[in-house]
């Protein structure tokens, strides 16, 4: 059994398409159908069922492919080991981050690449969701990313900091006047928000759906910084962390009445049992620094 072979495994179960996922591990399908086959006639077990193009996990390899992925995992946990052993200078750091989280890790970035200039850093933004599938997949080596309450309690987590929730508007808007709005005002307002899958929005709705409110979404951007932009109009307002509008001077920001509690905490999210490689833990020192300087 090889490493290659596992890897070639795991690949094949994610797409259940040899071809495509051949044409992502840069190699012939022939190949990679000779490689698979070799692997089911070592555990003399079928891995996959054949139907037509597709390929399906068969029980055995569903059951096979905890072990090959935790596999794969501890290799490159040990060659990553090696690696740090002879220092931190050089290497790659793979980040996830979620949209309203960028202007934090910009500035744990520009002191980070000052202190190492030759670590390449490679950053996926992405929802809260999809970015945490990647860091279960051991495609990142860390995520920043907004909490939802009671989700991801499976990983190992490093609190950041909290930050209020906001109605904000730009300051042509027509409500940009209030000192305050309630959540009924709110769910009568047309509200630009970040699509579902948003920490932001989860936490949003489900105080609303506890009020027995529905928000008007008019519009819902995968992108804060685009969310942003659209408020300059003054026709529409959305609902964000403090967080995610620092530096914003031509948006307001509005407390939004309600008997809970309406602040988000942004956490960092290790994939659990991995081996955190010294880059990682030099990025999360300045992460940290730059969280200190970041408004409640």
Known sequence: M????????????????????????????????????????????????????RIIP??????????????????ENGKQIIRDLKGIE??????????????LLISALSTFTQAYPK????????TSDALMEQLENSELDFVLSFKPQGMYENFDMLLLFTSRLRFVVHRSHPLAGLSSITLKRLAQTPLILPEKGFATRKK????????????QAGIEINDVHTIIHSLSDGQ??????????RGEANLVQIPILCPDQLTSQAFLFWPPGSYRKRSSLAFVTHLVQAANHTPA
């Open 2 to 53: 090889e490493l290659r072979q596992l890897k070639y495994f795991k690949k094949a179960c994610e797409l259940e398409n040899f071809s495509e996922a051949a044409r992502l591990l840069h190699i012939s399908q022939s190949t990679l159908s000779q490689q698979i086959k070799q692997l089911e006639e070592e555990l003399d077990v079928l891995l996959f069922d054949r139907i037509g193009k």
């Open 58 to 75: 068969t029980e055995a390899g569903r059951a096979f492919l905890p072990y090959a992925h935790q596999a794969i995992q501890d290799a």
């Open 90 to 103: 050089t290497g790659e750091l793979h980040i996830g981050v979620t949209y309203s989280l960028g202007p």
């Open 119 to 126: 670590i390449k850093v490679i950053i996926t933004f992405g």
């Open 204 to 215: 949003i709705e489900k105080i609303c759906k506890e009020n027995q409110l529905e928000l």
């Open 236 to 245: 529409w307002g959305t609902i964000l962390t403090q967080a995610a509008i």
